[in-house]
């Protein structure tokens, strides 16, 4: 039988400690420097409305993969996550591996931008990047990594326009969107779509920031406030943290018409997998993927689940297909130390073997 073993003296003095460690550690708070965004340097190549495409720069003792590398991330949260600390970068990692690293970042839409569609993102931004890099490597083709949402925009990308991707890089990527155990899917299957876009035109950051958060509520919007009081003291975790919290709460708005297509075809018909995807002209044929293609995920990710990523090997059409699995996070797979010592270096090598 379980005997609880907290005393009165015991919960006094461990309330003691932790007001002793608050107010340690309240002036490291206040005191705390600016918090960066993203650590590699980087130089603007190409700009186009809110959007502007970098392109980071190379270590000069490095021998650089020749075939240029795109990474294009999700439109809901802001790209430097790839980018967030000088021991925590994917970025900073695949450079030293020798990749020749390009990024999309999309910026921060605005009433303008409210009529954008996924035709626009993919067949026109994402395609007009493509070509600005292929122009100034006099390259025909390049490698793609596509991260999250951006994975599946990536996947879109190639299947319409295979003759331009040399290898496709998917990294906790959404395919089957109503896999079972997809909690975010489940919420949003019987989401009035139209009624929410045709009010609010933009979607706003801070909602589906809340979205996010209240997957995992306890642990998300609680308990690792009350943990941080054990970090407050040691000024390199603290700023750690608070990094993090940056980057979650630097939430961009969705514009209003992609966002319609995006959740209503591929979270509520599956399109994706069904083979009805849509993009402008072109009718979605993952088939058409027969470049070589990595697939990356992770274990215990509870925004994009495995079996949702999975789901590529049954829809490609090419023979040379690998998956790569990693025992972590949505988060954890980019941020994480063993993420630093396996993912990255294993993405540079499959592109290397193929470049």
């Known amino acids: 039988m379980f005997t609880n073993q907290i005393t009165p003296d015991k919960l006094a003095e461990e309330m003691q400690e ?22 590699t340097e980087k130089v603007e190549v190409y700009r186009e409305d809110k959007l502007v495409l970098y392109r980071y720069k190379a270590p000069s003792d490095v021998v650089q993969n020749q075939t240029p590398l795109l990474i294009v991330y999700a439109l809901v949260n802001r790209p430097y996550m790839t980018d967030i600390q000088e021991d925590r970068s994917t970025i900073r990692n695949l450079l030293a591996a020798g990749q020749d690293v390009y990024l999309i970042d999309w910026g921060y839409p605005d009433g303008a931008d409210r009529s954008l569609t996924l035709d626009d993102y993919i067949n026109g931004y994402i395609d007009r990047c493509v070509d600005v890099i292929c122009q100034r490597h006099c390259m025909q083709q390049l490698n793609i990594l596509g991260i999250c949402q951006g994975g599946t925009f990536s996947l879109c990308y190639s299947a319409i326009h295979p003759d331009k991707v040399k290898n496709l890089v998917a990294m906790v990527t959404p395919v089957d969107f109503k896999t079972p155990g997809n909690l975010l899917s489940s919420w949003v299957q019987h989401v009035d779509i139209d009624l929410l876009v045709d009010t609010l035109g933009n979607i706003p950051g801070e909602l589906l920031n809340w979205t996010f958060l209240s997957l995992k509520p306890f642990s998300l919007g609680g308990q690792k406030y009350v943990n941080v009081v054990d970090v407050l003291n040691d000024e390199a975790r603290l700023k750690n943290f608070l ?71 049954k829809q490609v059409g090419t023979e040379d297909y690998t998956e790569l699995s990693f025992p972590g996070g949505h988060i954890g797979i980019y941020v994480s130390g063993k993420a630093q010592k396996e993912v990255t270096p294993a993405i540079a090598a499959w592109l290397d073997k193929r470049s």
């Open 243 to 313: 990094r993090m919290e940056k980057w979650i709460f630097d939430s961009p708005d969705q514009a209003g018409e992609t966002f319609r297509q995006f959740i209503i075809d591929f979270y509520q018909k599956n399109g994706l997998v069904e083979g009805n995807v849509q993009i402008g002209e072109h009718l979605v044929d993952l088939k058409q993927l027969t470049m070589p293609v990595l697939n990356v995920f992770a274990e215990q990710d509870h925004l994009v689940p495995p079996d949702a990523s999975r789901a590529l090997a």
């Open 18 to 39: 932790y007001s002793r460690k608050l107010g340690q550690g309240v002036s490291n708070l206040l005191n705390a420097d600016k918090i960066d965004a993203g650590v």
